[in-house]
T-cell receptor, first 112, second 115 residues
Framework: NAGVTQTPKFQVLKTGQSMTLQCAQD?????MYWYRQDPGMGLRLIYY???????DKGEVPNGYNVSRLNKREFSLRLESAAPSQTSVYFC???????????FGDGTRLSIL | GENVEQHPSTLSVQEGDSAVIKCTYS??????FPWYKQELGKRPQLIID?????GEKKDQRIAVTLNKTAKHFSLHITETQPEDSAVYFC??????????????FGQGTILTVHP
């Protein structure tokens, strides 16, 4: 039982390149989330998907897009990467929105 | 939207002492308050949570208290051990409208337990 799996674990991009971060969960959870974590700022919600077929903006959605491909998978896309998007990205899932969230191991993304 | 403030940003204690981390929130409708522990380079992991209809919850050496009137909640760790050293995050979940289910996190507390 892997829980929440994120790929890749590390990535270096050049400014202007595009990139898709992948997230998959095997817990049959309905809700999925993308966060970014920057030093001293905790975790900030980028986008979330309350259930398959729905997505909504979080606190910091600018520069990102998401796709809830199916119940298991929720991807995050950077269309034109900027240095300000250098961060650690975490995907999380929960049974439904009002249940505890379980996190993946994160993707460390550097944009030069 | 919700705003969560967490204090202190760093906390250093001796092994065996107690540690207390405090958070305040702004939205009186928030109804769920989890605490996460994150070790260096690892994922955040849920250690305890409390819902707004409960004032206190304990799990072995960890306890959380909630004061809805004052809109603050606290994490208490007793008999600290070096393996408790980590970053701790509090969070509050918004309860209503289009923000339902969204977690807002505090900025984190770096806890160091000295042997």
């Amino acid at each position: 039982n892997a829980g929440v799996t994120q790929t890749p674990k590390f990535q270096v991009l050049k400014t202007g390149q595009s990139m898709t971060l992948q997230c998959a969960q095997d817990m049959n959870h309905n809700s999925m989330y993308w966060y970014r974590q920057d030093p001293g700022m905790g975790l900030r919600l980028i986008y979330y998907s309350a259930s398959e077929g729905t997505t909504d903006k979080g606190e910091v959605p600018n520069g990102y897009n998401v796709s809830r491909l199916n119940k298991r998978e929720f991807s995050l896309r950077l269309e034109s990467a900027a240095p300000s998007q250098t961060s650690v990205y975490f995907c999380a899932s929960s049974v439904v929105q009002d249940q505890p969230q379980h996190f993946g191991d994160g993707t460390r993304l550097s944009i030069l | 939207g919700e705003n969560v403030e967490q204090h202190p940003s760093t906390l250093s204690v001796q092994e065996g002492d107690s540690a207390v981390i405090k958070c305040t929130y702004s939205d009186s409708a928030s109804n769920y308050f989890p605490w996460y522990k994150q070790e260096l380079g690892k994922r955040p992991q849920l250690i305890i949570d409390i819902r707004s209809n409960v004032g206190e919850k304990k799990d072995q050496r960890i306890a959380v208290t909630l004061n809805k009137t004052a809109k603050h909640f606290s994490l208490h760790i007793t008999e600290t051990q070096p393996e408790d050293s980590a970053v701790y995050f509090c969070a509050a979940r918004e309860a209503g409208g289009t923000s339902y289910g969204k977690l807002t996190f505090g900025q984190g507390t770096i806890l160091t337990v000295h042997p």
